[in-house]
């Protein structure tokens, strides 16, 4: 059996269930000798991960869990586009201001590289998500925040 392409996936899933997770999202950063890194990023309910892709990527699917994906891609000045790697860390906060440190796995599909983040969370409560990205081939971080609710189903 072919693996499952897992942003082939996110992406079908998204065209259904936009209304339920907010649509894929970037951050844009200069880069040296004129390109940029462009960090693109997105929260979802680990439900809605197909069994067999949460099982591929040993992603555990429960109403109680969400997943971050984020992906780094750097873009040349002549405008040619490469997923890059980088050290990805994630601090979530919770309503109650409590900080959790999220572990990032890291997923090689072909020329792509995401980075998949499991987190706990109640159904509606709003979480902040500060994000630190060290790319190859960048030496200073890029930082950004954003923050989502999740649902469940």
Do not use: W
């Not at 067999?52 to 699917?61: F, G, I, N, S, T």
């Not at 990805?88 to 990032?104: A, D, G, H």
């Not at 599909?109 to 790319?135: C, R, W």
């Amino acid at each position: 059996m072919k693996p499952l392409n897992l942003f082939s996936l996110i992406i079908f899933m998204f065209s259904f269930c936009c209304g339920m997770v907010n649509a894929e999202q970037k951050e844009v950063f200069d880069g040296p000798d004129g390109s940029e890194y462009e960090v693109h990023y997105i929260g979802f309910v680990s439900t809605f991960l197909d069994p067999e892709v949460a099982k591929q990527y040993q992603l555990v699917r429960s109403r109680a869990l969400g997943i971050v994906n984020i992906s780094v891609i750097k873009v040349d000045a002549e405008g040619k586009r490469k997923a890059v790697g980088a050290v990805v860390e994630i601090k979530m906060t919770n309503n109650l201001q409590q900080p959790q440190f999220l572990s990032s796995q890291q997923v090689v599909e072909g020329n792509a590289i995401y980075y998949l983040s499991q987190l706990q969370y109640k159904e509606g409560e709003l979480l902040i998500f500060d994000v630190t990205i060290y790319p190859e081939g960048r030496t200073k971080a890029m930082q950004f925040r954003f923050s989502q609710n999740f649902y469940n189903e």
